[in-house]
């Protein structure tokens, strides 16, 4: 399927990879339908962002994924939908479960209700590595067992099959594209590498995180959005779930000394009790195995291994150390 010329809508426009991929797929031709979630202060999120010539170039349009009359108007007259609209937050999920099933299910349901009674052409649904939970064996390929260790995680597992029962059930053009780890410019503060580039550039020397010694597979942000490109392009990917990552593993301490080495500081790294997982939640290992995105979507990482991940935090140190952007975080807090 080519995209250039087509309808696409974006659930989920206004956050973190959302709003990178509406971006994408303005610059490849495509008339973009943005749904941002509604508020009271005519915020779009991180769509506010963009320059005034991408957003005189796209439609944005508020709602509420929950709401199934808002997704089906918002799906209205589009070929495909990029469906991202989410909760993400995994320590918010032992706080609010139900919120998520909510959201990530329920949302889900209304976007391929709609996608299905509006002859949608494709459908592209975002997992996450967590469904996997705890690696069994590395690298982790689409095979491995599904393991619910948080709500956050059994609510997108529950999500995934869905999409993929809406496929099975009634033929809907469906793909699961299931990213490891993405970070890069915009990402919330309750993510790890935001939170430890901004201890950093507020003159932490003592940063405090979780758990150090889990592993995971870091994808960059134009990796993850080139991934959904791909998926929505290749017909070969209808009915697959598919990996998108960087194939490497590093550990959370790790990182946190090289993010410190390439902003040119020595910091010391605190356990904080607050931000740790219930024990048998803690996702101990992620690598992703990419060879079905090789295959089906002729798809690689252009940020892969460690130089890839390092280029990559250097861009994101880059972006997170301007003023303007800073600003909009609050080192001193840590966020749910």
């Known amino acids: 399927m080519r995209l250039p010329g087509r309808k696409v809508l974006v659930t989920g426009a206004d956050g973190f990879i959302g709003s990178h991929l509406a971006e994408a797929l303005l610059a490849r ?7 941002a979630y509604y508020n009271s ?3 779009w999120g991180w769509l506010d962002s ?9 439609e944005v349009v508020t709602g509420d994924v929950r709401d199934p009359q808002a997704v089906r108007e918002a799906t209205r007259g589009c070929d495909i939908v990029f469906h991202l609209a989410a909760l993400v937050a995994i320590p918010y999920s ?3 479960p139900a919120s998520y099933v909510d959201t990530n299910i329920g949302g889900t349901l209304n976007v391929l209700q709609a996608a299905r009674e509006l002859g949608v052409e494709r459908v592209v649904h975002t997992s996450t590595s967590e469904t996997y939970g705890t ?11 599904l393991q619910g260790q948080s709500p956050y995680a059994a609510t997108k597992i529950g999500a995934d099959q ?16 299931r990213p490891f780890n993405t970070y890069g410019p915009r990402q919330s503060a309750r993510a790890v590498i935001p939170a430890i580039i901004t201890q ?11 758990a150090l010694h889990p592993t995971r597979d870091f994808s960059y942000v134009s990796d993850t959005v080139g991934g959904f490109i791909a998926a929505a392009e290749a017909d070969a990917a209808v009915g697959h779930v598919i990996n998108v990552g960087s194939g490497f593993e590093i550990s959370i301490g790790a990182t946190a000394h090289l993010i410190a080495e390439i902003m040119g500081r020595r910091i010391e790294l605190v356990c904080d009790v607050e931000r740790l997982r219930p024990e048998a939640s803690e996702v101990e290992r992620l690598w992703a195995s990419t060879e079905k995105a090789c295959r089906l979507l002729g798809w690689s990482p252009a940020y892969g291994g460690k130089d890839g991940l390092r280029r990559g935090l250097e861009a994101t140190v880059a972006w997170f150390s301007r003023p303007e952007n800073v600003k909009l975080y609050k080192p001193d807090v840590y966020n749910l």
């Open 41 to 43: 202060f005519n915020s």
């Open 162 to 177: 869905m999409a993929l029962a809406f496929h099975r059930s009634f033929g809907t053009s469906v793909t699961v594209l």
């Open 200 to 210: 950093i550039a507020a003159g932490r020397d003592v940063v405090r995180l979780g």
């Open 50 to 58: 963009l320059s005034p010539e991408a957003l005189a170039s796209m």
């Open 135 to 145: 690696a069994r064996y590395v690298p982790i390929d689409e095979e491995h067992p």
């Open 29 to 35: 031709g495509c008339r973009v339908r943005s749904f």
């Open 94 to 96: 032992y706080h609010s």
